[in-house]
């Protein structure tokens, strides 16, 4: 199995700033992807950013200049680093890790996801 956890969201006013982290833990021989979506009230699931094990990353276009994605392998973590928040950026966002298991195969995984809420 493999466990994912979430942290870092909150409540900003407009113009500032979160960091949100997510760590991977279990039976993990090997990551792959990881990478940060998003759920607004009322609408689907999108992808936020996303970063492959050689450190190859890919933005929404809303997202572009404000946010950055980095992992560290080592500590089997990904971030992501918001700056610049605006209203619309309110969701919950989810991190997701895709790997290979020790008795499970290759995964993917989906954190429980945390709250962000930018006031204006």
């Known amino acids: 199995q493999v466990q994912l956890v979430e942290s870092g969201g909150g409540l900003v006013q407009a113009g500032g700033s979160l960091r949100l982290s997510c760590v991977a833990s279990g039976s993990i021989v090997s990551i792959n992807a990881m990478g940060w979506y998003r759920q607004a009230l009322g609408k689907q699931r999108e992808l936020v950013a996303t970063i492959t094990s050689g450190g190859s990353t890919n933005y929404a276009d809303s997202v572009k200049g404000r946010f950055t994605i980095s992992r560290d392998n080592a500590k089997k973590t990904v971030y992501l680093q918001m700056n610049s928040l605006k209203p619309e950026d309110t969701a919950v966002y989810y991190c997701?890790?895709?790997?290979?298991?020790?008795?499970?195969?290759?995964?993917?995984?989906w954190g429980q996801g945390t709250q962000v809420t930018v006031s204006s």
């Open positions: 997701n890790v895709r790997g290979l298991g020790l008795g499970i195969g290759s995964f993917d995984y």
